[in-house]
Structure formats: C-alpha cells, structure tokens
C-alpha cells in the first residue's frame, strides 16, 4: 500500500511539474507571437533609451526629461494610448540593449547610419544634423580644413557619429561616455577638440553658455536623425505614419523652432 501510494505521489509530482512547464511555454508563446506595439500598449509605456545630450534629451529643474526628442517622444507615446518612459543607455551598447527588450527603441538624436541599419529597424529621417568639430577660440582660429586637425588630439562619444568620423579621417581620439564629456575634455585641455552634434554645440558651446571659450571649427559631415526599434518590428511604420502626420500638420515644425533643430525634408 505505501510502495501505491509513492508511485501516486511521484506520478502526481511529474504531472504538476509537467502542468507547469506546458503553462510558461504556453504564455512565452502567447508573448513571443505578440507584435511590439501590442507589447507597447499591454505595458501602458515605451521604454526610450537616451543620454543626456541637449537639446535632445536632459532634464529640467523639476527632474523632467524635455527637449526635441523628448517632447517628440511623449506625444508619440500619447498618440499610441502610453506613456514614454525614459531611460539612460550605455550608447555603446545600445543596440544590446534594443535587441535584448530593456527598451523599446533607441531615441536620442542617433545618425542614421549603415552600422544603425544593419543592427536595427530605422525610422524615416525626421531631423538635419552636421558631426563638428568643436575647439577653444585660440585653436579653432587655426583650423581650415581636416589637414589642419592631423597633429590634435581629439574626444569623441564611444560608438557615435563623431567617433567614427575620427576614425575615418585618421584622427587621434580619445573615447568618452557622452558628448557632454567630449566637451569637458576640451574645456579642461585634456584633448585640442572634441568633434560633436552640431545640435549639441549650437545648444552648449559659445556667448552665454558655460563653454563660451568653446566654438565650432569645421563642418565634418552632414548627417540625419532616425529612431531605432528592432528589426522587423511593426513599431517603425506606425512612427513613421505619425512622423508624416506631425511635418504635414505644423507639430514637428512647433517644436523645432522651440529647440533650433532643423527638419529633415
């Protein structure tokens, strides 16, 4: 009768433990065959990954993320029933984190580029940008041309635009965090020049700033803004309808002259 009641107990064991595991596989399923928007609306948030990098993404007296991106970000956010949620990435790791579900998209004034489209699904270009570089009034006076920065030593944002134009051109770079501290590099002396967003140098550097020792040099290149989601995601054609959507009625326009961006066209 106990020899029964032990082999009962053990069939009854497999079953609960086999029950369970059917049931997770079963809700993983449900999950993985759910588009990201629906994800989006069943959490009630898009997760945006960003850096501090005005006048994009920083944050106000209170705390409260604003600029282009962010405005632009909520109202995308409030277009799909959620709320945006804002959270800092490792923007050398950024695409890590997009693939690995820690954030919905990446959204942060981010070049489109063939490394953005090939690690991840881009949006239409909805804003013009410029990689400049950016030096102390005594050393940019003397810069002409890229010949003119072989002998300077440089700072650039870890897995930016303005790394890679470095790279390109055979500059001597040294990576930082953010382009905030690319500015502070130069501002300290540690590097001649940083090269940046000329959004983030119209918006930081020159009379009335806290870098007025600072100014841009030389134009690099011209370059566009994108917003990444995963590859295949639905999310980049339902962001693009509403990037159409906001340059046809005059919001985007609003919004770029309260932060001097320029639209792309």
Same mark, same amino acid.
């Given at each position: 009768?106990?020899?029964?009641?032990?082999?009962?107990?053990?069939?009854?064991?497999?079953?609960?433990?086999?029950?369970?595991?059917?049931?997770? !596989?079963?809700?993983?399923?449900?999950?993985?065959?759910?588009?990201?928007?629906? %994800?989006?609306?069943?959490?009630? %948030?898009?997760?945006?990954?960003?850096?501090?990098?005005?006048?994009?993404?920083?944050?106000?007296?209170?705390?409260?993320?604003?600029?282009?991106?962010?405005?632009?970000?909520?109202?995308?956010?409030?277009?799909?029933?959620?709320?945006?949620?804002?959270?800092?990435?490792?923007?050398?790791?950024?695409?890590?984190?997009?693939?690995?579900?820690?954030?919905?998209?990446?959204?942060?004034?981010?070049?489109?580029?063939?490394?953005?489209?090939?690690?991840?699904?881009?949006?239409?270009?909805?804003?013009?940008?410029?990689?400049?570089?950016?030096?102390?009034?005594?050393?940019?006076?003397?810069?002409?041309?890229?010949?003119?920065?072989?002998?300077?030593?440089?700072?650039?944002?870890?897995? !930016?635009?303005?790394?890679?134009?470095?790279?390109?051109?055979?500059?001597?770079?040294?990576?930082?965090?953010?382009?905030?501290?690319?500015?502070?590099?130069?501002?300290?002396?540690? !590097?001649?020049?940083?090269?940046?967003?000329?959004?983030?140098?119209?918006?930081?550097?020159?009379?009335?700033?806290?870098?007025?020792?600072?100014?841009?040099?030389?134009?690099?290149?011209?370059?566009?803004?994108?917003?990444?989601?995963?590859?295949? !995601?639905?999310?980049?054609?339902?962001?693009?309808?509403?990037?159409?959507?906001?340059?046809?009625?005059?919001?985007?326009?609003?919004?770029?002259?309260?932060?001097?961006?320029?639209?792309?066209?």
């Amino acid at each position: 009768m106990k020899t029964i009641k032990k082999v009962l107990a053990i069939v009854l064991a497999v079953l609960t433990v086999c029950f369970a595991f059917t049931a997770c !596989s079963g809700n993983k399923s449900n999950d993985s065959s759910k588009t990201d928007s629906e %994800k989006i609306v069943e959490s009630g %948030k898009l997760v945006v990954g960003i850096t501090e990098f005005a006048p994009m993404d920083y944050k106000d007296g209170n705390g409260n993320w604003i600029g282009f991106d962010a405005d632009f970000a909520n109202m995308v956010a409030e277009k799909l029933g959620v709320k945006a949620e804002f959270q800092i990435i490792d923007w050398d790791n950024k695409f890590l984190e997009l693939q690995t579900g820690s954030i919905d998209c990446i959204w942060n004034g981010m070049t489109i580029t063939d490394e953005v489209k090939n690690n991840s699904s881009v949006t239409d270009a909805y804003a013009m940008n410029q990689q400049v570089v950016v030096a102390k009034s005594e050393v940019a006076s003397k810069i002409k041309s890229v010949d003119d920065l072989k002998n300077l030593s440089f700072a650039a944002e870890n897995g !930016s635009a303005g790394a890679s134009a470095a790279k390109d051109n055979g500059l001597n770079v040294t990576a930082v965090t953010t382009q905030a501290d690319a500015l502070l590099e130069v501002a300290s002396g540690s !590097s001649d020049a940083c090269i940046i967003d000329s959004t983030m140098a119209k918006a930081m550097t020159g009379e009335g700033t806290d870098y007025s020792d600072l100014k841009v040099a030389l134009v690099l290149l011209d370059e566009q803004y994108g917003i990444s989601f995963r590859k295949n !995601s639905d999310m980049t054609e339902k962001v693009n309808e509403i990037i159409a959507e906001y340059k046809a009625d005059g919001t985007l326009q609003k919004l770029s002259e309260k932060y001097g961006i320029q639209l792309a066209e």
